[in-house]
């Protein structure tokens, strides 16, 4: 079955992204807590989590049954928790620490492990979760289903800490890889695989600024379908995928359309 075509919504300014991814988390968050009694979120690192800020603002705030959230990683710098590279500690600094989701809802990676060792971890605990169906699964892919990843995408048009010439981007049977010469430091990471992604309910990327618009063009204009494709380019859920851009990321691309 073919996905969904992507629904691509543009802002003039990345506040009204803000504002408006916002509100789909809202709507989401209610549908699946009405459907499922629970949402389970992944989160990514960079730019992303300040635009979530509105999030912990009123009238969203308040507005969001916070007790039945789940946090999970897309992907993860192996340092520690506290150190000033760990995304969870972004996310925290800039999110979780606003909101109250329980702590036992919150899942960072295990401390003081090797890469490999790691990504096991991890992965495996996504397993078990499976098991005792704190997760659902794809029926389709055997992978756990999580209800919304909230995806950025870096200037050369990586998704996780999957990147354009690593094999980890065709891992087809983990769930949870690591690499260890990510081209952006620290070089050691671990990150979800494809399958893994692509088995979400709803992706939302989310992409603002002028240093995205190459990567933009490329994955959404009319040649996008040319030549080797960039990572984001293999982000394809078995819901739906929004985009959030801004008019910066989509600079280049408007210069194609209007033929600048």
Known sequence: MAPPTPIIQTFETEEQVAVALA?????????????????????????????LRKLVEPPYV????????????????VVPLDHPDSNYKLAYDGFLSKVPIPESNIYPIKERLSPSDTADEYEQRLKQLVANNTLRTSPNTGFAKFDLMLVGM???????????????????????TF??????????????????????????????????????????????????????????PEGGLTWFLDMAATSELRKIDTGM
């Open 154 to 176: 870096g200037p050369e048009g990586h998704v996780a800490s999957l990147f354009g010439w690593h094999f980890q981007r065709f891992e087809k049977k983990r769930w949870v």
């Open 179 to 236: 690499i260890t010469d990510s081209p952006k430091p620290p070089p050691p990471r671990i990150t979800f695989t494809f399958p893994l992604i692509n088995s979400a309910s709803e992706i939302a990327m989310v992409v603002t600024g002028e240093d995205a618009a190459d990567a933009v063009n490329v994955a959404l204009g009319k040649h996008a379908s040319y030549g080797y494709p960039l990572p984001v380019q293999k982000v394809s």
């Open 62 to 77: 308040d507005s969001i049954e916070w007790s039945k959230w789940s946090i999970f990683f897309l992907d993860e710098r």
């Open 23 to 51: 509100v789909y988390i809202l709507h989401l968050s209610a549908k699946f807590i009405a459907a499922n009694g629970s949402f389970s979120v992944v989160l990514s690192g960079g730019t992303l989590i300040d635009t």
